[in-house]
Structures are given as C-alpha cells and as structure tokens.
C-alpha cells in the first residue's frame, strides 16, 4: 500500500505541552490528532461528521518511562493514498495504526483495553505486526 508522508516541523520533547493533528487527504472529516499532556502521549482518532468526534484514543507513552525524553523528537503521519489508514510515528518508529474504514487501530502500548460496547477496536488495541507488515508490502 502506498503511503504519502506528512511530517511535522516542530520538535517533540516528550513531557512538554505538545499537540499535533493531521487530516486525510481525501475526507476532511478524518483526523488524528496528538498531544503530550506533560504526564502522557496519546493519538486521537476524530470523525468530525459524528456528534462525539473522538471515535478511540490511543495511549502511547507515559513521560516518566521513555528513556530518551531529554532529546527532541520528530512526529510523522503517514496517509494511506485511499485516505483511510494513518501511521503515527515517532522518529520514523510506528507507535500506532487508524484504519477507519475497518474501524481499528492499535498501538505499541496495547492501552486501553478491548471495549466490546465500542464500534471501534472491539478486540482491543494490542499491536499487530501482521497487519503493520501488510501494510508496508
């Protein structure tokens, strides 16, 4: 699958006030947005033609255990050329994957968990290497 490459130009420093967001490319109404909250990294996946925008959230850090924190980083999102998937990375490390076609998305940190009640992500949000490499090919 081909992917287009969005990256931010500001710098990350993990545990400062920081947010981020992105849209797909071809639905305006897809977006990803990113914050560090000075305690924690999330990813927010928003449908913006739903009444509650925030479809999932996906944790990806704690700031006390990244171990590089001191050292500035780079956000990247990676687009899907079909406008529905989205990669975030960190230092061009995946840290979590949005299909909003299939309503997934997962993330290194495997937090929160499954959700059955929720439309999105009812198996849980544990990393999946198997479709992350698909999605590569």
Request: glycine content about 4%; aromatic content about 16%; charged content about 30%.
């Amino acid at each position: 699958m081909k992917f287009a490459k969005h990256t931010i130009n500001e710098k990350l420093k993990v545990g400062e006030e920081y947010f981020s967001e992105t849209g797909s490319m071809l639905f305006e109404n897809y977006q990803i947005v990113f914050e560090d909250d000075k305690e924690t990294g999330y990813v927010y996946v928003l449908d913006t033609e739903n009444e509650n925008s925030i479809q999932d959230a996906l944790h990806i850090y704690n700031v006390e255990n990244v171990a590089d924190k001191n050292l500035p980083s780079e956000i990247s999102f990676l687009w899907s050329e079909d406008g529905y998937i989205c990669i975030f990375l960190i230092n061009d490390y995946a840290h979590a994957v949005i299909n909003y076609k299939e309503k997934y998305c997962f993330c290194r940190t495997g937090f929160p968990p499954e959700d059955k009640n929720s439309i999105w992500s009812k198996e849980g949000h544990n990393w999946n290497e198997e479709i992350y490499n698909k999605l590569k090919e």
